[in-house]
């Protein structure tokens, strides 16, 4: 099991984007993936989750309205994106697949750096 | 939401002492606890899953135990890859939350 994230990011306020979080070694479809937020020196926050095979997806409150988590099955790859990216959106973002029967992440990508800047 | 309250915040510590960790919920979550590890610049790793079970490949010096509201991580002889940031999270009801995290940091 491997979960690949893309690059990292700087962007200024206002802009779009999306980045990625790419599985291999296990059926895509078949497990709850989320993403978790860490800002710069703080604690881990979730922002949601998704499930590939129905496309079932949560948001955390906070996030709610502030991200877009999506999913494409035939590049087994998650997805969470922004419309207008704020400063205070720099931070490091880590996807996660779910532990098979518990809503617990047991294989993590290595971290999407975002940082947000004028 | 559920909040979870970890404690202590930080904690110094030898090698080879034996560490307790404490994760309080604001509701009963029953079993549905989990406790990661994170290293600096590193992903989280997972540690335990239903406030007992050892993922596979832990060392057994870690262990989980508590249900409720309460539970405690425990090294039993801390070796020095284990000053880390540890952290609680709650899985009984969506949106699962975090601890703050507990620092353990070289005496």
């Known amino acids: 099991v491997q979960l690949v994230q893309s690059g990292t990011e700087v962007k200024k306020p206002g802009e779009s984007l999306k980045i990625s979080c790419q599985a291999s070694g296990y059926k895509f479809s078949s497990y709850w993936i989320g993403w978790v937020r860490q800002m710069p020196g703080k604690g881990l926050e979730w922002m949601g989750i998704i499930y590939p095979g129905d496309f079932d997806t949560r948001y955390s409150p906070s996030f709610q309205g502030q991200v877009t988590i999506s999913a494409d099955t035939i590049i087994s790859t998650a997805y969470l994106q922004w419309s207008s990216l704020k400063a205070s959106d720099t931070a490091m973002y880590y996807c996660?697949?779910?532990?098979?029967?518990?809503?617990?992440?047991?294989?993590w990508g290595q971290g999407t750096l975002v940082t947000v800047s004028s | 939401d559920i909040q979870m309250t970890q404690s202590p915040s930080a904690l110094s510590a030898s090698v080879g002492d034996r560490v307790t960790i404490t994760c309080r919920a604001s509701?009963?979550?029953?079993?549905?606890l989990a406790w990661y590890l994170q290293k600096p610049g590193k992903a989280p790793k997972l540690l335990i899953y239903k406030a007992s079970s050892l993922e596979s490949g832990v060392p057994s010096r870690f262990s989980g135990s508590g249900s409720g509201t309460e539970f405690t991580l425990t090294i039993s002889s801390l070796r020095p890859d284990d000053f880390a940031t540890y952290y609680c999270?709650?899985?009984?009801?969506?949106?699962?939350?975090f601890g703050q995290g507990t620092k353990l940091e070289i005496k």
């Open positions: 996660g697949r779910f532990k098979d029967g518990d809503y617990v992440i047991d294989y």
């Open positions: 999270q709650q899985y009984l009801s969506y949106p699962y939350t």
């Open positions: 509701q009963t979550i029953d079993i549905y």
